[in-house]
């Protein structure tokens, strides 16, 4: 029946930033007095005053809240996603008499699961309660992993598997969904990358948690160090879970820990930046909405070049192996590796949102990683003391690539703004698509009997990053040809 006018919303920006700005006044000729988010998009051609106090409280509320969650939550799903591998290193695999190829297909079953509850599980999390859901899924995960040290066979390894690929699906898309819903585009970027850097961490603290349950906890209680790493891993992730029914919160109009005025801030917030958070209902028009736009076809391919960049991080272990270094030392290298990683995803995070950019961010990063890939490409030499220094320190500079994940994300928050369901759908399409392709490809790339010199892997990652800056500049360009992003039919 029409579409958003791109001029009104340009115009809706430019003076929302000067209502932002200047300080409340209490008095106003519009009525802040407004009690459900439908009472609120009814004036849609007014914008509503905020008090900067309330402001600021509301902000500090939801950081305590749901952004420290967001980052033990992740900090849980990494850790419970892969602990496989220290789980076989551990003495799994001979307990069991399981082979490399039942751990292959372990992690083809996850994926398999994490695939299909995407899509799905995202649209529940626009239907009902996101401080439910998301938590009840959290528990969800953590209780399978608990259940890891009653495997026996393959078999209901394989089954496991695919329950935690299942529970696990909702929970990042689902926590980006959230997180537009309530930060404006100069706060979404570091909030994002926060939660992001859960996932470096536990990398980094991983194997030390590992060692350490293997040197204490082997054979108490008649259980071994391999099936201890399950259940202690397992109650943490429970144990977050369960907070986060206290902590977390649903959406600015229906969250029960807001004050009155707290509440009448968010609501206004999304309301005056044009963030929409009611779902409408779902039908074949919106999923052709999505479809039918260039950016998720775009985020896809930029997601893709991204995670092929990171292949060096995921083999640096093999490489240092394979180099003639102990495997002891070549584990202890993936604690500083995921360290930087961290780092570099919290300082882009707050660069981002500070410059108010995502497109030259994430060209920059790509490009730094395409330098790192161009001198690995050149020295392809089997001595350790020439290329192993090389390998670990390109293997650091690259492992901040993984914050491009994460501005994706914010990207896509920012595009569908307008529409909550596309939104939904299209982060979670986007996020689906960008581990499906590059886990495939990777398998061609990153061909293990081509350690230590990885050719094609490393021609591939350079590849890749130039691709991405092109992807990247193309994005750009479309936003700022089409300066409201998506344009929303209404039906």
């Known amino acids: ?48 005053p905020i008090d900067p106090i309330v402001q600021e409280r509301l902000l500090r509320k939801l950081d305590v809240r749901m952004t420290i969650w967001g980052f033990f939550a992740s900090f849980s799903c990494y850790l419970n996603r892969n602990n496989m591998q220290n789980a076989f290193t551990m003495g799994m695999d001979k307990e069991l008499n399981l082979d490399s190829n039942v751990y292959n297909w372990s992690v083809t079953m996850f994926f398999i699961g994490y695939t299909i509850l995407q899509i799905p599980g ?65 706060e979404l970027g570091k909030r994002n990358m926060a939660i992001a850097s859960g996932i470096p961490i536990a990398g980094a603290v991983g194997g030390f948690v590992a060692a350490g349950i293997t040197k204490v906890m082997d054979g108490a209680g008649g259980l071994l160090s391999w099936q201890w790493l399950f259940i202690i891993e397992g109650l943490i992730g429970v144990l977050v879970g369960v907070s986060g029914y206290y902590l977390l919160p649903n959406y600015p109009h229906n969250t029960p820990w807001l004050t009155s005025e707290e509440r009448q801030v968010a609501m206004a917030r999304v309301h005056n930046h044009g ?4 779902s409408n209902k779902y039908n074949w028009q919106t999923i052709t909405n999505v479809l039918i736009s260039p950016y998720p076809w775009l985020l896809i391919v930029l997601w893709t070049c991204s995670t092929i960049c990171l292949g060096i991080v995921d083999n640096l272990v093999i490489i240092l192996r394979d180099l003639g270094y102990s495997v002891t030392f070549a584990n202890l290298m993936l604690t500083p590796l995921h360290i930087c990683g961290a780092i570099v995803t919290v300082f882009l995070g707050w660069s981002s949102d500070k410059r108010k950019d995502r497109a030259f961010h994430t060209a ?51 595009i569908y703004k307008k529409d909550h369901n596309s939104r939904a759908i299209a982060m979670a399409f986007i996020n689906t698509m960008g581990m499906v392709i590059p886990n495939i490809l990777n398998v061609k790339f990153w061909v293990v009997t081509d350690s230590p010199n990885f050719v094609t892997g490393k021609l591939a990652g350079m590849s890749s990053s130039i691709l991405g800056i092109t992807i990247t500049i193309i994005i750009w360009f479309l936003l700022r040809v089409n300066s409201s992003g998506f344009q929303i039919y209404k039906y």
């Not at 299942?166 to 404006?184: E, N």
């Not at 020439?386 to 901040?400: D, T």
Request: aromatic content about 10%.
């Open 122 to 186: 995202n649209i529940l999390i626009t239907k009902s309660l996101p401080r439910c859901v998301i938590p009840s899924f959290a528990i969800i995960w953590s209780s399978i992993v608990c259940f890891m040290p009653a495997v026996k066979s393959y078999n209901t390894l394989w089954l496991l598997r695919f329950m935690l690929g299942l529970a696990q699906a909702p929970f990042y898309p689902g926590m980006a969904l959230l997180l537009g819903s309530w930060y404006t585009k100069n």
């Open 364 to 414: 920059g990063i790509l490009l730094w990683v395409g330098v790192w890939y161009s001198a690995l490409v050149m020295i392809n030499s089997d001595e350790q003391n020439n290329s192993g220094r090389l390998v670990i320190a390109a293997a650091c500079a690259i492992s901040g690539n993984a914050s491009t994940l994460s501005l994706c994300l914010v990207w896509v928050s920012e």
């Open 275 to 278: 963030i929409h958070v009611i």
């Open 1 to 48: 029946m029409g579409i958003i006018s791109d001029s009104a919303s340009s115009s809706n920006n430019s003076i929302n930033e000067q209502i932002l700005s200047e300080p409340y006044k209490g008095g106003s000729k519009i009525n802040p007095s407004y009690g459900t988010i439908k009472e609120l998009e009814d004036i849609s051609s007014q914008l509503v």
